[in-house]
């Protein structure tokens, strides 16, 4: 499933994430690779966008970028 | 690049946004700038001198990024000075890089970057103590051994560990540095991304190697006061309550202050009339200088409350929280949430406002942030906004506790959002309109903040404004005056029957004050727009104000201070402003100044385009005529129609 | 109070200079490659941010 498809609050480790842009070389930068653990925190008021924590940190994405981030639990 | 710079020590202070790079920045080299919690806040470059042993070396603070490869024009700049590729800039010696030791593998990767181009690094580690004491361990010997670089745990506050700093990158001067060479993993297709993970590989080792996490999580704090403030519903409810908070606060604490500073002027003004005897000199002292200068002056708390409740709003990383809530609407107008940012530092003045833009990756949206950013309602908008509530809906409350004033003053800066919004929204549809950007945004953890940035600031702030005051507003108070003094009429024109000729003295009487400022200069200029201004209810002397107005916003509550009190005759006392406004009298005898009047020329005054600076600042970040050009003309339009339909509908409505 | 007119001069002939002189750096300050003028917290020398 993807990043977005994770109930709030579930653990889950990425198996991939896909496209060539320039925000999926940025995400991976930001340190969400294949095998890194995340957590879905919360959905802001309307939905998106959504927290999630990597490496020990809180990260703010769009759904639309969350789409393109493959996770299994 | 000229000679003499090249033979300095240049060291660059580099690290992801948040580390606390400004803040050891200013521990290193003693300048003062503001810290806050939020990515990007560092637009610009900022240097300092540092001394290395006994060589003197200079210290430049790179603005906040993740990684060379930069995907904003802020990112771009930092990354281009590391590596020595930007043109105005020598290349650094030694980097700095700054490692939030709560946030290491992120921070890290950084590190690995630069170090493979072999460019001489030191970690300076931060944020030690809140690390520790959330019972984590850490050998620093031992990881810096794994990442083969030297690291020194720093901390900003009691100076630990810059002395050990200074004496390592004094050692990396003569060093031959070495270059990071990683093994690339053959496991996974990865194509162009094998570096990532070569790279996050490397530092998942170290950091195992050497960090002990205890297994409780230690952001939970954070997550807990996240869980109300960015909770679906409550969030907005509490940042629009927030905001209210401030506004009432604002006005509340400013008042006995405000009301000392007005008593202090007024005794100025009468102490000067005494000392120097009736004159030119001393008209031009107490009407254009003291009323010119003290007008804007008595603002100074608001300014003050304004700057702390920003500084502390940003310090504590609550603005970072507010974007992630307001995404959503920012990206249906097609606006980036880290857009956010910069409109809101635009509340404090759109100049840094629009120079902050540069953290946003995509052109257009950055030129649709520049393009609204003047709309949210800054600091030299204050005295206007107050002058008119403090005079025309003072003591008045909702409920008896919420004040209209706060209210009001909510409203005219939600006026500008509003407007802000439906601006962005068309231009975002017409000529620069483009794909939704992507929105990617860290969300720091809460922090306290720090009391002396939030002082300095504040202190930095009322500098700036009195120093304004002291000299643009002070030269421009003195001219103002002049063109309502001069020229002095002895005799009326034809035709007026204001002269009165005592025959048996033989003297003439010099015409009343108020006469003599409806003939001067600017009472001349007053009338003559008079016809522009008046479908909005202004008289000659707001309008006389106004088009001064559009050399610095603030100078209208200067120059409706001088006007009030030149033309003001023998027999009146002189007053406050505020009872001046309130007292003033059109030609036909009915107030000039009404609730409906006030609020016209507040609407007014939130959407006209009347900061000569910012478009400046929008001419040199477009590097173009068109958009200043075309910023100056929508905006002013859009007040003018705005003010209108306020004015006449409220007519319409029934009020006067 | 002839005095007193002669400094009121000299003070509004020194204001005049002034503000024409700002204006006039102001007008500079349209072009791309010249500093940042003098506001808020936008320091002449150093185009640097100050707050």
């Known amino acids: 499933m993807t990043l977005t498809e994770l109930p709030v609050g579930q653990n889950a480790r990425v198996t991939s994430v896909n496209g060539n842009s320039v925000i999926v070389h940025r995400l991976m930068e930001m340190g969400v690779i294949p095998g890194a653990a995340v957590e879905m925190v919360k959905t802001a008021p309307f939905g998106d966008p959504i927290e999630v924590r990597v490496r020990g940190y809180s990260l703010a994405m769009r759904k639309n970028e969350a789409d393109s981030i493959e996770v299994s639990a | ?78 990354s281009e000075v590391i590596q020595g590729k930007y043109a105005a800039e020598q290349k650094p010696d030694v980097v700095i890089c700054v490692v939030d030791a709560t946030n290491l593998e992120r921070n890290l990767y950084l590190v690995t970057q630069i170090r493979e181009l072999g460019i001489p690094v030191v970690i300076a580690l931060t944020m030690i103590d809140v690390f520790e004491r959330q019972k984590h361990e850490i050998d620093v010997d031992s990881l810096s051994r794994q990442l083969r670089t030297p690291i020194v745990a720093v901390n900003a506050k009691d100076g630990r ?105 007024g005794a100025a003004a009468d102490f000067a009339r005494d000392q120097l005897g009736p004159g030119m000199l001393t008209d031009l002292v107490a009407d254009g200088i003291i009323a010119g200068v003290g007008g804007v002056v008595v603002f100074l708390p608001q300014i003050l409350l304004l700057f702390f409740f920003i500084s502390i709003l940003e310090d504590t990383g609550y603005m970072a929280r507010a974007a992630f809530l307001l995404d959503k609407l920012m990206s249906r107008i097609g606006l980036h949430g880290k857009a956010f940012l910069p409109l809101f530092s635009s509340f404090a003045c759109a100049i840094p406002g629009i120079m902050a833009t540069r953290t946003i990756e995509n052109r257009r949206d950055r030129f649709a942030t520049i393009m609204i950013a003047p709309f949210m309602s800054c600091s030299a908008r204050l005295p206007v906004y107050t002058l008119m509530i403090a005079a025309l809906f003072a003591g008045q409350s909702f409920f008896g506790f919420i004040s209209v004033g706060a209210v009001l003053m909510l409203a005219m800066y939600a006026l500008g959002i509003v407007v802000a919004i439906v601006a ?233 | 109070m002839e005095m007193q007119a002669l400094i009121a001069g000299i003070v509004i002939t020194s204001a005049v200079f002034y503000v024409s002189v700002i204006g006039l750096r102001k007008f500079r300050s349209f072009s791309p490659k010249a500093k940042c003028g003098n506001d808020c917290g936008c320091n002449g020398g150093t185009k640097k941010l100050t707050s």
Request: one cysteine or more.
């Open chain 2, 161 to 265: 560990g810059i002395d050990e700093l200074e004496r390592i990158v004094e050692s990396l001067f003569d060093e031959k540095p070495s270059i990071l060479d990683l093994p690339m993993p053959e496991e996974v297709s990865v194509g162009d991304n094998s570096r990532i993970f070569a790279r996050y590989k490397f530092i998942s080792n170290a950091v195992q190697e050497s960090v002990r996490h205890n297994d409780q999580d230690s952001h939970r704090f954070s997550e807990k006061i996240d869980r109300v403030l960015t909770h679906r519903f409550f969030g907005l409810v509490i940042l629009v309550g927030i905001l209210l908070l401030v506004f009432q606060t604002i006005f509340s604490w400013s008042s006995v202050p405000m009301d000392l500073l007005e008593k202090g002027f």
């Open chain 2, 1 to 78: 690049m000229n000679g003499a710079a090249s033979s300095q020590i240049i060291i660059a202070l580099a690290g992801n946004p948040n580390a606390g790079k400004t803040t050891l920045f200013n521990s290193l080299t003693g300048l003062r700038q503001k810290v806050a919690n939020y990515p990007g806040v560092t637009v610009e470059r900022k240097q300092g001198p540092w001394s290395v042993g006994e060589r003197p070396a200079q210290i430049i603070d790179l603005p906040g990024l993740y990684s060379l490869d930069a995907t904003s024009l802020d990112e771009q700049i930092a």
């Open chain 2, 424 to 656: 962005a929204f068309i231009l975002k549809r017409t000529i620069l309109s483009g794909p939704p950007p992507p929105f990617l945004m860290e969300l720091p953890p809460y922090r306290v903040p720090n009391v002396r940035t939030v002082i300095q600031n504040m202190i930095t702030r009322a500098w700036l404004f009195l120093k304004r005051a002291g000299t643009v507003i002070l030269a421009i108070s003195i001219v103002l005056w002049a063109l309502m003094y001069f020229p002095r009429a002895e005799v009326s024109p034809a035709g007026t029957t204001a002269v009165v000729v005592d025959a048996q003295a033989n003297t003439v009487e010099p015409l009343p004050e108020s006469e003599q400022l409806k003939n001067s200069f600017a009472g001349r200029l007053g009338h003559l727009i008079e016809p522009v201004i008046s479908p909005l209810g202004f008289d000659w002397k707001t309008g006389v104000a106004l088009i001064a107005s559009f050399a610095a916003r603030e100078v209208l509550v200067s120059t409706l201070s001088i006007i009030y009190n030149v033309g003001k005759d023998e027999n009146e006392e002189s007053e406050s402003l505020i009872s001046a406004v309130r007292d003033a009298k059109r030609e036909d005898g009915k107030p000039t100044w009404t609730p409906l009047t006030g609020l016209t020329l507040m609407v007014f005054f939130v959407l006209a385009m009347q900061c000569m600076s910012t478009l400046a600042v929008v001419r040199r970040e477009t590097n173009s005529w068109r958009w200043p050009l075309f910023m100056m003309a929508y905006m002013t339009a859009l007040a003018y129609v705005a003010a209108l339909i306020t004015y006449q509908g409220g007519r319409l409505l029934g009020f006067e």
